[in-house]
């Protein structure tokens, strides 16, 4: 019976451990809250699709009645109220908003379709009106066409290596299709008595938001496994200043008179440097394997200053971690916990469904903007997949850097109460 013994003596070591039981129920439970979170709606055919809408009509005068009419607007609110068969599920979740704004809103995953309606969209159907009249008038039997409106086109654009652009595109297809088809039966109503040929006022056009034409899921996910290992450095070194602690080394050095922020301060030096290292190397095997990487060395560059703003944020939080781990093993497990969930919400892996806060300088917030990873993971996409220049990130190094002081105020604030001050 000396097996009851043991496992009794095990039983009470685990419960007095309890913030290593705390890991070993609740490291499982954050991966299914994330997992269900992210794909509880994969499979079901009834979902909104995120569409950009670019409303660049001007809009025009009817004939005759001289009223006007802004046929971009009407179509605009067709595509907003169009709902699945048999459903009150709407099609789409649309954002109107400027052509840039949009093409970014596809680059960061939160938009699978940008629509254009170009500016003479309503003046191109009111000529086509005038014409059919024109025709109806002179007693002529030809084709309703306005010839000069050939050209007109509703851009229809996204990233063409997406499942879900290719669905997004093929319903706004059909709906642009419907309402040229009532658009056509009014204005043959309106010139009654034209016959023989048909009315082509507009057509689709799509195309490919730049940057996206041989986009893959790896090029997505590369940036995410550089803020992943970023993250993963909160794990080592909240272990490594635990361990500090436990041998006392952090009290010879107060012998000093080194105050906690000159300590703590000190200490993201090298570890910044292994973040900028880590960039640099994973970007490197990336290319090997196939990385779509665009830019030149001003690219990588930026890309090793973001990782170590990004790695700044991940010390701060190993800083945390440590106020409250036990020993180093302690402090290695609970940085797992939170660096790999962390990793997911701010969408290393995959794209997480819109939790919108509001608005901020033009740019949607989200519930998981208040993470800097975030902020840091968005500008990597920025700078190594579609190539830009600082101008382009400096909304992201912004919040990163903010959100990245915060972290580290409260680091050092918690490990200067809750381990330093204990040992004098």
Same mark, same amino acid.
């Given at each position: 019976?000396?097996?009851?013994?043991?496992?009794?003596?095990?039983?009470?070591?685990?419960?007095?451990?309890?913030?290593?039981?705390?890991?070993?129920?609740?490291?499982?439970?954050?991966?299914?809250?994330?997992? !269900?979170?992210?794909?509880?709606? =994969?499979?079901?055919?009834?979902?909104?699709?995120?569409?950009?809408?670019?409303?660049?009509?001007?809009?025009?005068?009817?004939?005759?009645?001289?009223?006007?009419?802004?046929?971009?607007?009407?179509?605009?609110?067709?595509?907003?109220?169009?709902?699945?068969?048999?459903?009150?599920?709407?099609?789409?979740?649309?954002?109107?908003?400027?052509?840039?704004?949009?093409?970014?809103?596809?680059?960061?995953?939160?938009?699978?379709?940008?629509?254009?309606?170009?500016?003479?969209?309503?003046?191109?159907?009111?000529?086509?009106?005038?014409?059919?009249?024109?025709?109806?008038?002179?007693?002529?039997?030809?084709?309703?066409?306005?010839?000069?409106?050939?050209?007109?086109?509703?851009?229809?654009?996204?990233?063409?290596?997406?499942?879900?652009?290719?669905?997004?595109?093929? =319903?706004?297809?059909?709906?642009?299709?419907?309402?040229?088809? !009532?658009?056509?039966?009014?204005?043959?109503?309106?010139?009654?008595?034209?016959?023989?040929?048909?009315?082509?006022?507009?057509?689709?056009?799509?195309?490919?938001?730049?940057?996206?034409?041989?986009?893959?899921?790896?090029?997505?996910?590369?940036?995410?496994?550089?803020?992943?290992?970023?993250?993963?450095?909160?794990?080592?070194?909240?272990?490594?200043?635990?361990?500090?602690?436990?041998?006392?080394?952090?009290?010879?050095?107060?012998?000093?008179?080194?105050?906690?922020?000159?300590?703590?301060?000190?200490?993201?030096?090298?570890?910044?440097?292994?973040?900028?290292?880590?960039?640099?190397?994973?970007?490197?095997?990336?290319?090997?394997?196939?990385?779509?990487?665009?830019?030149?060395?001003?690219?990588?560059?930026?890309?090793?200053?973001?990782?170590?703003?990004?790695?700044?944020?991940?010390?701060?939080?190993? =800083?945390?971690?440590?106020?409250?781990?036990?020993?180093?093993?302690?402090?290695?497990?609970?940085?797992?916990?939170?660096?790999?969930?962390?990793?997911?919400?701010?969408?290393?892996?995959?794209?997480?469904?819109?939790?919108?806060?509001?608005?901020?300088?033009?740019?949607?917030?989200?519930?998981?903007?208040?993470?800097?990873?975030?902020?840091?993971?968005?500008?990597?996409?920025?700078?190594?997949?579609?190539?830009?220049?600082?101008?382009?990130?400096?909304?992201?190094?912004?919040?990163?850097?903010?959100?990245?002081?915060?972290?580290?105020?409260?680091?050092?604030?918690?490990?200067?109460?809750?381990?330093?001050?204990?040992?004098?």
């Amino acid at each position: 019976m000396k097996f009851i013994n043991v496992a009794i003596k095990d039983f009470k070591e685990l419960i007095r451990d309890r913030r290593g039981l705390f890991m070993i129920l609740l490291f499982p439970l954050f991966f299914m809250v994330i997992f !269900g979170f992210a794909f509880e709606d =994969m499979g079901k055919s009834n979902e909104p699709h995120n569409l950009a809408v670019v409303n660049l009509d001007e809009g025009a005068k009817m004939p005759v009645t001289d009223e006007e009419v802004n046929y971009g607007d009407n179509l605009t609110k067709i595509i907003k109220d169009a709902e699945y068969e048999d459903s009150d599920v709407k099609l789409f979740s649309v954002t109107e908003t400027s052509e840039s704004s949009a093409e970014r809103l596809i680059q960061l995953k939160e938009a699978d379709a940008i629509i254009i309606i170009p500016k003479n969209f309503s003046q191109s159907i009111v000529d086509s009106t005038k014409a059919s009249i024109t025709a109806q008038s002179a007693g002529t039997s030809v084709p309703i066409e306005y010839r000069d409106n050939k050209t007109l086109k509703l851009i229809i654009r996204g990233d063409s290596s997406s499942i879900a652009f290719g669905v997004s595109q093929a =319903m706004l297809v059909k709906i642009v299709e419907e309402y040229q088809n !009532g658009l056509v039966t009014g204005i043959q109503n309106q010139a009654s008595g034209t016959t023989g040929g048909s009315l082509k006022i507009f057509e689709s056009d799509v195309e490919s938001v730049a940057g996206t034409e041989s986009f893959s899921q790896f090029d997505f996910l590369a940036p995410g496994m550089m803020v992943f290992a970023i993250l993963l450095l909160s794990t080592t070194v909240a272990a490594s200043l635990t361990r500090e602690v436990e041998k006392g080394t952090l009290a010879r050095l107060k012998l000093s008179k080194m105050r906690s922020f000159d300590l703590l301060f000190g200490a993201l030096l090298p570890w910044s440097a292994i973040a900028a290292l880590q960039v640099l190397i994973l970007l490197i095997t990336a290319i090997i394997m196939g990385f779509n990487w665009q830019g030149g060395l001003n690219s990588i560059l930026l890309a090793m200053l973001i990782g170590v703003i990004g790695g700044i944020a991940s010390i701060s939080l190993g =800083m945390i971690i440590a106020s409250f781990a036990k020993n180093d093993q302690q402090a290695s497990n609970l940085g797992i916990l939170f660096a790999i969930p962390i990793s997911f919400l701010v969408g290393a892996f995959f794209p997480l469904p819109q939790l919108v806060i509001g608005e901020f300088m033009g740019r949607t917030f989200e519930f998981y903007d208040i993470l800097p990873w975030t902020h840091i993971l968005d500008a990597l996409r920025t700078v190594l997949i579609y190539g830009e220049g600082w101008d382009a990130i400096t909304y992201d190094l912004g919040w990163s850097i903010l959100l990245t002081a915060i972290i580290f105020v409260m680091g050092v604030v918690l490990f200067s109460k809750l381990r330093l001050s204990v040992d004098r």
